[in-house]
């Protein structure tokens, strides 16, 4: 029934996105925007808007907009009545249902709302079943989570680069389906600023040749979407010249799309010898002098997920090191953007000729570090 779930803040930023089933684009809240905009006052946005593949069903509650998308026709009454549960049960559980409870409850949000639902359909709703299930956050559970399983912090460096081949004095106007993503950008100095300001269309006269169109900045940690998630277990003990090195990788939030040329770096600390691990795949090396162990594994099957575990060896009496290494991963995912951004078409004008074109998404890891 409810195919994902957006929160939206009264500055009109999605600042949590829950799926149940596979991942919706956020783009789909372009269409809930465009109905914001219109409206005059924040309660008057319609509750039930239609799109071309989907319906967007929304109720506004402490200034947050709750977004439902559904791809089938249901009873609206029924999303709307289930949104106004979900809010009362975070009201129930944080004492507030404001944006920084939210944030500030992440974990207990994500587990309560798997609960609420089951692959779309509402499961266990009442707050005194819920909580036999998920104790509500004390200050001890706050820190833990804080500690195992938060985004510190999370940003995208986007661009296009462009290559273009054309005789004479082509026109060219580009489009995006989801412009909105676009707010601190730097263009070339072809594009004409004015029109993008009006309309939110590039409209430019290309030189031959690559360029770089323009590159944006997506600040925000609450958009990022996270594609890799890492799972680790690295341990010291003391008195003991023996350590444990657990750790396995997974694609998260990739629409469908290998995470592939996967590449794993550990500094490992000063006390470590040697390392005596296995590679479910891929092939790892160990530096004694400069204590980096790097893991090449290549792209990860999701239905075999890569892992790296084994023992470090210490020096005899050494003392247990003052903190866990981090872990730097670097990955590549064709044919998505991670931002979301996409194009919607391009124009040429001023020619008679029918040119080729052609576009490539991708995504890369920039510096991805994980803190164990």
């Known amino acids: 029934m409810i195919h994902s779930l957006f929160l939206v803040n009264s500055s009109g930023d999605i600042f949590l996105e829950k799926h149940w089933k596979s991942v919706v684009s956020r783009s789909v809240c372009d269409y809930f925007f465009e109905a914001q905009e219109r409206a005059s006052e924040p309660e008057n946005v319609p509750p039930v808007i239609p799109t071309p593949h989907h319906y967007l069903i929304s109720v506004l509650r402490h200034r947050i907009y709750f977004v439902a998308v559904i791809q089938s026709e249901v009873p609206p009454l029924f999303v709307i009545e289930f949104l106004h549960r979900v809010v009362d049960t975070f009201q129930d559980y944080f004492g507030v249902c404001t944006e920084a409870a939210i944030k500030d409850n992440v974990v207990v949000v994500y587990e309560l709302l798997e609960e609420m639902l089951d692959n779309g359909f509402p499961l ?132 469908g799309k290998a995470v592939e040329s996967v590449l794993v770096n550990s500094q ?74 996409k194009v919607n078409r391009l124009d040429m004008y001023g020619e008679k000729y029918k040119p080729f074109k052609g576009i490539k998404y991708m995504t890369k890891a920039g510096k991805f570090q994980v803190r164990t």
């Not at 940690?221 to 690295?234: D, G």
């Not at 290549?298 to 009496?317: E, F, H, Y």
Request: aromatic share 6%.
């Open 124 to 255: 266990a709703t009442e707050s005194n079943i819920l909580k036999e299930l998920i104790k509500p956050p004390t200050i001890l559970r706050t820190v833990v989570n804080t500690i195992t399983g938060s985004t510190i912090t999370a940003e995208i460096q986007g661009v296009i680069d462009a290559c273009v081949k054309l005789t004479g004095m082509p026109d060219l106007t580009l489009s995006f389906m989801n412009p909105r993503l676009l707010d601190d950008v730097s263009f070339h100095p072809c594009v004409r600023f004015k029109r993008w300001e009006a309309e939110r269309i590039l409209s430019f006269i290309p030189p031959d040749g690559n360029f770089r169109l323009l590159s944006y900045h997506v600040s925000s940690q609450n958009l990022v979407a996270i594609p890799v998630y890492v799972k680790h277990n690295i341990t010291f003990r003391e008195g003991s010249s023996q350590g444990r090195f657990e750790l396995t990788l997974g694609p998260k939030q990739t629409m």
């Open 268 to 341: 490992l600390p000063r006390g470590v010898l040697n390392v005596n691990l296995n590679p479910s795949q891929g092939t790892y090396t160990f530096d004694p002098v400069t204590k980096l162990l790097s893991w090449d594994l290549g792209k990860i099957n999701p239905q075999k997920l890569p892992s790296l575990k084994g023992s470090m060896s210490l020096q005899a009496g050494a003392c247990k090191p003052d903190e866990n290494p981090t872990i730097n991963i670097q990955f590549k995912i064709q044919q998505m953007a991670i931002s979301g951004l």
